[in-house]
């Protein structure tokens, strides 16, 4: 009977890249999807891939009633962001979000369909970091210069696509800070990989992937050095070989590294205050997408739509303080979730953990809730371990290639070492 389980296992575990690749594409498709290609068949990219999301979802009902403890929880605080649409007559750029609400419901809830995450998000780290190479190498060899003296691909925002560039970084530094029983291969590989995800994002000029990356990974090697899954020398270490990228991007590409000094806060700082302001008199909050109603910003205004530029501000100011204390409560829970698996020695955690720091920081300097799927998707992700945190749970909700037992070296229920 068990070798059938096994069997039925595998032959289940091929239909994971369709569901992986389908949540990978809603996530990340706003910043990779030329608006060229807006009137093709990946223009309506979203409906396909949406579709087959909920089919799956509905298709594995069972695995998303045994994963998705966290479901009926996420629910409730997304009720938080209904009231939102209720105090006023909802815009069309309200309508906008209340359908990136929905992708975001989506995509919450989407990884508690993943029946063997071992498999899936192993191929789902592979193809965020080869998608990351992919526009580095574009950027670098094919890339226009903008108006504003930054490096772009012609037909993308440049601070979406260094949002895609700096995840090679991130993720391959992530996986040097935690497992330091790589191979040296393995090391320099990652290394060159991170730095090539670097000097593409330092070429754009953007500033804000920079910050959210430094921040992620910072925060990574505290919680692993409080945690004692790392020795403290680790960090100095790791400071030490960024500082040395940075050197060498800094002389091979100083006008983008200017730029990124130099370049002023694009009226942000007053778009802060005036949000902040308008949060603190309106509790139950203006509206989605109702700023522009209220503030005027014409050079942050796209498209005649108006936003705050942080993710925070955006759900306290036109969502009120229940949306805001709504997001924060989901928020924190995900990273709650990942300290915890760090904390048993599940070594994949700190990649899911420095990747959902990322992306938040990300959108707490630069787009609205509309453009930051991915993190809807890597909040998912995060809470996808159930309320008990079992080794067992845990160890099934990372990529085999990263996860270690640390004390015995063999993995649970089998048996055998880890190699």
Not at 171 to 183: A, E, K, P
Not at 207 to 224: D, I, Q, W
Not at 351 to 368: G, P, T, W
């Amino acid at each position: 009977m068990k070798n059938q389980s096994i069997k039925y296992s595998h032959r289940l575990s091929r239909k994971q890249p369709i569901l992986v690749f389908s949540i990978l594409l809603v996530g990340i498709g706003n910043l990779v999807v030329p608006e060229s290609l807006n009137s093709t068949f990946f223009g309506n990219y979203l409906i396909v891939f949406l579709g087959i999301i909920a089919a799956i979802l509905v298709f594995r009902v069972g695995s998303v009633i045994e994963n998705g403890w966290y479901i009926p929880f996420a629910t409730f605080l997304f009720l938080g962001f209904i009231p939102g649409f209720m105090v006023t007559e909802i815009s069309s750029y309200g309508e906008v979000k209340l359908l990136a609400f929905l992708i975001a419901i989506l995509l919450v809830v989407a990884p508690s369909a993943i029946q063997y995450p071992n498999q899936s998000f192993g191929l789902l780290f592979n193809i965020l970091i080869a998608c990351s190479v992919l526009f580095s190498i574009l950027l670098l060899f094919n890339g226009i210069q903008g108006n504003l003296g930054r490096d772009q691909i012609e037909g993308l925002n440049p601070i979406g696509i260094a949002r895609v560039t700096a995840i090679s970084s991130v993720l391959t530094l992530s996986l040097l800070i935690s497992n330091w029983r790589l191979s040296t291969n393995s090391r320099w590989l990652l290394l060159l990989i991170s730095g090539i995800g670097l000097f593409a994002t330092i070429a754009t000029g953007s500033r804000g992937p920079l910050v959210a990356a430094g921040v992620a990974l910072a925060l990574l090697g505290l919680v692993l050095v409080f945690l004692r899954r790392i020795k403290i020398i680790v960090l100095p270490i790791a400071a030490i070989f960024v500082l040395i990228l940075l050197f060498l991007v800094q002389k091979t590409d100083a006008r983008g590294f200017a730029r990124i000094l130099n370049a002023d806060d694009s009226g942000r700082n007053e778009l802060y205050s005036e949000s902040l302001s308008l949060a603190l008199s309106k509790p139950l909050g203006i509206g989605w997408g109702n700023l522009s109603d209220y503030i005027s910003f014409p050079n942050q205004a796209i498209q005649g739509r108006l936003y705050s530029h942080n993710i925070l501000l955006e759900t306290a100011v036109e969502g009120g303080w229940i949306a805001f204390l709504a997001f924060v409560t989901l928020l924190f829970v995900a990273v709650i979730n990942q300290c915890r698996a760090i904390s048993i020695g599940i070594t994949g955690a700190p990649l899911i953990f420095s990747m959902l720091i990322y992306l938040a920081i990300n959108a707490m300097v630069s787009s609205d809730i509309v453009g930051n799927r991915l993190l809807w998707l890597f909040i998912g992700l995060s809470l996808l371990p159930n309320i008990n945190h079992s080794k067992r749970v845990f160890s099934a909700a990372i990529p085999e290639s990263y996860s270690r037992e640390p004390s015995s070296g063999r993995s649970e229920g089998s048996g055998k070492t880890v190699r």
